[in-house]
C-alpha cells in the first residue's frame, strides 16, 4: 500500500495520490494520463480521476510495481479483478490481453496474453500473485510464457511452478536464474510456433532480444522497439542499448520486412498504425537510428 506520510507534494488534492517509493517506471502514465503525468524523478497525480475514470486509476494502482500509488477508500481488490484485460481497439476473436501486475524485478515492464486455440501464450512475466494466477486460470490457463529477453523474466519460476508451463528465452541472454528454461533459441532465424505466431530474433539492446509476431498483425517487442511516450512516433532506446546499437539497427530492418499493425511493447503504451502508416514510421525511425 502506498503510504500517506510518503506523498509526493506534487499532487493534486485528493484521494489519488504517488508516493516517493515511485520508480518512475512510466506504467501508470500511459495507462491513465489524464490523471498520472511526471514529474522530476517521479510520477505524481497531476489532476484527480473524474467519475468514469476511477476505475483505469484504480487499474493503474494495480498495476504498479511498487505499490505506490494511493487510492484513498477505493476499492482496489475490485480493480484486481478486470485484470487481465483485452486489449482496447484490439480484435475481440484475437485474444490478446494486457494483463496488468508489473514487476519490480522488471522495472515495470508490461506483460501480454494471447488467448488462442493452440495454447495461451503469456508474453513476459508479470509480477505473481494468486489472485492474477486465478484469473489465468479462469483465461484458459497458460502453456508458453515467452520471455522477450533477459530483462523482463521476474517471477517466471513462479508461473512454471503453477502452470507448468514451457518457458523460451534466447539463449544468449540466458543467466543463472533462467538456466532451466525449457526452449532456448539460437541464431537469428525466426521460428514458428504453429500458423499464428513467429519468433523473430532481434538482438541489439540485448545479445539475446526477440520479438513475437501473432497473426501478422500484434507484435510483441519486449525493450527492442516502442512508441514515444505521446504514441506519435516509434522509438529505440539508445540510451539503454545493453549489447550493440548497430546490431539493433540491423535487426530494425530486418524486422521492418515482417507485416504488423500493432506495437505491444515492454515499456511505453501499446500503439496503432495501418500497415501503410507503419511501414513509413519503421523507415523514419531506421533512419533516425543510423544518425545516432
Same mark, same amino acid.
Given at each position: ?7 509526493? *507534494? $506534487? ?7 504517488? *508516493? ?6 512510466? =506504467? ?14 517521479? $510520477? +505524481?497525480? %497531476? ?5 468514469? +475514470?476511477?476505475? &483505469? $486509476?484504480?487499474?493503474?494502482?494495480? $498495476? ?17 479483478? %478486470? ?9 475481440? =476473436? ?13 522495472? /515495470? ?9 493452440? /495454447?495461451?501464450?503469456?508474453?513476459? #512475466?508479470? +509480477? ?6 486465478? &484469473? ?18 521476474? *517471477?517466471?519460476?513462479? !508461473? ?8 523460451? @528465452? %534466447? ?32 538482438? /541489439?539492446?540485448?545479445?539475446? #532480444?526477440?520479438?513475437?509476431?501473432? &497473426?501478422?498483425?500484434? @507484435? !510483441?517487442?519486449? *525493450? ?6 505521446? /504514441?506519435?512516433?516509434?522509438?529505440? !532506446? ?52 543510423? +544518425?545516432?
Amino acid at each position: 500500500m502506498a503510504d500517506l506520510r510518503k506523498k509526493l *507534494d $506534487a499532487n493534486a488534492p485528493g484521494d489519488f495520490f504517488v *508516493d516517493a517509493t515511485c520508480i518512475d517506471c512510466g =506504467a501508470c502514465r500511459w495507462m491513465c494520463p489524464d490523471v498520472f503525468d511526471a514529474h522530476g524523478d517521479y $510520477a +505524481r497525480v %497531476h489532476a484527480q480521476p473524474s467519475p468514469d +475514470r476511477i476505475g &483505469r $486509476a484504480l487499474t493503474a494502482a494495480v $498495476a504498479c510495481p511498487v505499490a505506490s500509488i494511493g487510492v484513498g477508500t477505493h476499492d482496489l481488490k475490485a480493480a484486481s479483478l %478486470h485484470l487481465p484485460e483485452p486489449l482496447e481497439g484490439a480484435d475481440p =476473436a484475437h485474444g490478446v490481453h494486457y494483463v496488468g501486475f508489473h514487476s519490480k524485478k522488471s522495472f /515495470g515492464a508490461a506483460s501480454w496474453l494471447i488467448r488462442r486455440p493452440g /495454447g495461451n501464450i503469456l508474453v513476459d #512475466s508479470p +509480477r505473481f500473485t494468486p489472485t492474477l494466477a486465478r &484469473r489465468l486460470e479462469e483465461l484458459g490457463g497458460v502453456s508458453i510464457l515467452f520471455l522477450t529477453h533477459r530483462d523482463d523474466v521476474a *517471477d517466471h519460476e513462479k !508461473f512454471r511452478e503453477r502452470f507448468g508451463l514451457t518457458r523460451i @528465452l %534466447h539463449q544468449s541472454d540466458l543467466s543463472a536464474a533462467t538456466r532451466g528454461v525449457e526452449m532456448q533459441l539460437t541464431g537469428t532465424d525466426p521460428v514458428p510456433l504453429g500458423d499464428d505466431v513467429q519468433l523473430i530474433p532481434v538482438p /541489439g539492446h540485448t545479445a539475446g #532480444s526477440v520479438c513475437l509476431l501473432y &497473426r501478422e498483425k500484434y @507484435l !510483441f517487442t519486449g *525493450d527492442h522497439l516502442a512508441f514515444h511516450g505521446s /504514441g506519435e512516433q516509434l522509438i529505440a !532506446f539508445s540510451r539503454h542499448c545493453w549489447y550493440d546499437w548497430p546490431t539493433q539497427i540491423r535487426s530494425m530492418e530486418a524486422l521492418s520486412k515482417y507485416p504488423f499493425e500493432w506495437v505491444l511493447p515492454g515499456h511505453g503504451a501499446p500503439g496503432r498504425r495501418a500497415s501503410g502508416e507503419m511501414e513509413r514510421s519503421m523507415a523514419e525511425l531506421i533512419a533516425w537510428m543510423r +544518425r545516432q
